[in-house]
T-cell receptor, first 116, second 112 residues
Framework: NAGVTQTPKFQVLKTGQSMTLQCAQD?????MSWYRQDPGMGLRLIHY???????DQGEVPNGYNVSRSTTEDFPLRLLSAAPSQTSVYFC???????????????FGAGSRLTVL | RKEVEQDPGPFNVPEGATVAFNCTYS??????FFWYRQDCRKEPKLLMS???SGNEDGRFTAQLNRASQYISLLIRDSKLSDSATYLC?????????????FGTGTQLKVEL
């Protein structure tokens, strides 16, 4: 089925390790984004992209890098993992850049990351 | 004041009950509004967009009150399967452009 695919679903890292969370969508969506969700806090935007080759920072970008070499893929890299990055990460995409009533976010299933 | 505020709940209601959630937002330039549903350990999924005139989808009714800056979600004839966390999402104009802000969610538990 078409949608947003995230891998891995679970990951445990040690402090200082690096890793990449993968995100792919097959809906030809222009806009892709990464969020983190922590208890007691709303989803917070880490980075986003409005098209291949274009990325920008969101609300909480520190410690993360992204790239968008194709329309389909939007990987999130943790450069040197810290315990504060323990969270659930969601990739989300939508057809167009502006979130109008009919143009809404579709989320991936999430990646649970624990940093020891 | 948080940009988007929701009562975290939980709201414990019997099956068949009617339950309503409110969500307040602080940015008066907000343009579009949504309710998402999130099941435990799952991703958020769009429940419904919220339109100025109010809108209904089966047992679910969403309302927008721009003057008081809140949106509401009414669920009639609650089912066990409605148990989930309901996220209020607001799109507003900021200095940096459009910004989607998520509430922390309201937890609903429907019981026998």
């Amino acid at each position: 089925n078409a949608g947003v695919t995230q891998t891995p679903k679970f990951q445990v890292l040690k402090t200082g390790q690096s890793m990449t969370l993968q995100c792919a969508q097959d809906m030809n969506h222009e806009y892709m984004s990464w969020y983190r969700q922590d208890p007691g806090m709303g989803l917070r935007l880490i980075h986003y992209s409005v098209g291949a080759g274009i990325t920008d920072q969101g609300e909480v970008p520190n410690g993360y890098n992204v790239s968008r070499s194709t329309t389909e893929d939007f990987p999130l890299r943790l450069l040197s993992a810290a315990p504060s990055q323990t969270s659930v990460y969601f990739c989300a995409s939508r057809i167009q850049v502006l979130p109008t009533g009919a143009n809404v976010l579709t989320f991936g299933a999430g990646s649970r990351l624990t940093v020891l | 004041r948080k940009e988007v505020e929701q009562d975290p709940g939980p709201f414990n209601v019997p099956e068949g009950a009617t339950v309503a959630f409110n969500c307040t937002y602080s940015n008066s330039a907000s343009q579009s509004f949504f309710w998402y549903r999130q099941d435990c350990r799952k991703e958020p999924k769009l429940l419904m967009s919220v339109y100025s005139s109010g809108n209904e989808d089966g047992r679910f009714t969403a309302q927008l009150n721009r003057a008081s800056q809140y949106i509401s979600l009414l669920i009639r004839d609650s089912k066990l399967s409605d148990s989930a966390t309901y996220l209020c999402v607001v799109n507003g104009l900021t200095g940096g452009g459009n910004k989607l802000t998520f509430g922390t969610g309201t937890q609903l538990k429907v019981e026998l």
